[in-house]
């Protein structure tokens, strides 16, 4: 209960999101770290999801689908400990 009065209400705390899968596929491992990233600032949505094991380091597209990126310009044979955009635009 939250108020007092005619003001009051009932609100319900519920733990957690409830997810949907969009893709399955094996791991390499238990990951390190997980991090969603846009392509830049003007983007409404993540466009990355970048995985990082403890020697080596995935990246997905978002879209449509769910595929693995070949050419992000990360090195994907090691762990990577951050992501975000520079200048909005570059992703590191």
């Not at 999101?17 to 990951?31: E, H, K, R």
Request: glycine share 10%; aromatic share 8%.
């Amino acid at each position: 209960l939250c108020g007092r009065g005619p003001r009051s209400t009932v609100r319900v705390l519920r733990h957690g999101l409830a997810a949907s899968n969009v893709a399955m596929t094996q791991l390499p491992g238990n990951p390190f770290a997980v991090w969603t990233v846009k392509g830049s600032n003007n983007e409404e949505y993540d466009k990355y999801i970048v995985v990082s094991f403890l020697n080596a380091t995935l990246v997905l597209s978002v879209g449509e689908k769910v595929e693995q990126v070949t050419d992000s310009g990360f090195n994907t044979v090691v762990q990577t400990v951050a992501v975000g955009l520079l200048t909005g635009r570059f992703l590191y």
